[in-house]
């Protein structure tokens, strides 16, 4: 049985026209908190003044439709049976039945004159497998008359093209890079697609290259130990690394591919200039210490610690977790923590031991992975704090008294 989610009904005022003939005014309010007090100030100086509050007599409210959200298991229903009207005309029911993520990759190459009815394109697809990979894709084009002078009538498969071929570029339990910002830059003289991913490590980013012509070998053309965001130039010779670890401040390095024209795809980089370099950490500051385990269904889950800076043996400490939950966020990887999360640091410098988990539902772990919060984040989430201090305790790097929940 699926439980029902009630939205709270809000109160727009309906514009009506005064005797001077401009309308009444709905000022927008941030939250409904603010409106409800603007309206029972406004109630009590109604009370206070009668008369005034006779010349606003005819200020109306309009009560917005309400909906109901049900979250539903059944994932074999098709999208077109996700929206349907309740029973009553003024309630529409939305059923959410699967996890999306929306990201921009996608490249269009020139049609030829040989091939008008084809297009080929290059895209990031994680519903094949579960984990964010691109394909090239070639697709026939069909054309179709409709006349549009009467009412269109949907019918399934309207405006889809078959596809001619799906070309699988990377493949595997990692993802290539295509949120937040993330792209794609595409060689079309050597044949070659550049991309970030996680091919190494989910908990570092690095710049690699592949053949989408004849694909197989991935190259990385970023350093391990570092987690990287790279950005190609326009003759695809050079590429600049903005990167860092745990460890190690941020740096700006420009780096030269050179090699043979004949293999572009082996060509090595070599350092070229430094746009930045990294600077050195507050005599304060001690970086987080990076750790893995595995929950009782077999997932495999990281975590940082931040131990205090008066750390002794045998003796307890407060202890804060610090959780996001998800989707959309990795907490814990390879990249410097100095700057964004340093109050983290500063609770570990007053006696308090922090912990950071990405449990299920964090970013970039494919679609299973981040999918675990649908219609369950609370529990979700608990299951992943719940997994996080026997290994902790069993390796001695936290010895608490007090958890304090830092969501």
Same mark, same amino acid.
């Given at each position: ?21 401009? !309308? %009444? /005014?709905?000022? #927008? =309010? *941030?939250?409904?908190?603010? @409106? &409800?007090? $603007? ?38 229903? !098709? %999208? /077109?049976?996700? #929206? =349907? *009207?309740?029973?009553?005309? @003024? &309630?529409? $029911? ?314």
């Amino acid at each position: 049985m699926s439980e029902t989610l009630q939205l709270p009904s809000l109160q727009v005022s309906e514009p009506q026209v005064k005797e001077d003939g401009h !309308p %009444w /005014s709905s000022s #927008s =309010t *941030p939250t409904l908190r603010r @409106r &409800r007090f $603007r309206m029972r100030r406004a109630r009590n100086a109604e009370e206070q003044n009668p008369e005034a509050a006779s010349s606003s007599s005819s200020k109306e409210f309009l009560q917005l439709p309400s909906i109901e959200i049900t979250p539903s298991s059944d994932e074999d229903t !098709p %999208w /077109s049976n996700c #929206s =349907t *009207p309740s029973a009553s005309p @003024r &309630r529409k $029911r939305f059923l959410l039945r699967k996890w999306l993520t929306v990201h921009d990759i996608f490249y269009p190459f020139a049609q030829s004159e040989e091939k008008e009815d084809e297009l080929t394109f290059l895209r990031a697809n994680e519903c094949k497998t579960g984990f964010c990979h691109l394909y090239r894709v070639t697709a026939i084009l069909q054309r179709k008359m409709y006349d549009w002078t009467q009412p269109y009538v949907p019918s399934k498969g309207d405006f889809k093209c078959p596809l001619k071929e799906e070309v699988a570029l990377t493949s595997g339990e990692w993802e290539v890079l295509a949120r937040h910002g993330y792209k794609i830059w595409v060689n079309e003289e050597t044949k070659l697609v550049y991309f970030q991913g996680t091919k190494d490590t989910p908990l570092e980013h690095h710049l690699y290259v592949v053949s989408y012509e004849s694909p197989g070998e991935v190259v990385r053309l970023t350093t391990l130990g570092f987690s990287h965001s790279c950005s190609m130039s326009q003759n695809f010779d050079m590429f600049i690394s903005h990167y860092s670890s745990v460890r190690t401040p941020p740096c700006v390095h420009v780096y030269k591919l050179s090699g043979s024209d004949e293999d572009p795809l082996h060509k090595q980089p070599k350092f070229w200039a430094s746009m930045m370099e990294a600077a050195s950490c507050p005599a304060d500051y001690i970086p987080p210490e990076i750790f893995h385990f595995r929950t009782q269904s077999d997932v495999e889950l990281y975590g940082m610690v931040y131990k205090p800076h008066d750390l002794q043996p045998g003796k307890k400490h407060p202890t804060v977790l610090f959780v996001y939950g998800g989707p959309q966020v990795q907490l814990v990887n390879n990249s410097f923590k100095g700057i964004k999360y340093l109050r983290l640091n500063t609770l570990a410098s007053l006696g308090y031991a922090v912990v950071v988990i990405d449990g299920r539902g964090s970013c970039q772990r494919g679609l299973k992975f981040e999918g675990a919060l649908k219609n369950q984040m609370v529990s979700a989430l608990l299951h992943s704090v719940l997994w996080v201090w026997p290994p902790l305790c069993y390796t001695g790097r936290v010895k608490y008294d007090l958890v304090i929940l830092y969501w």
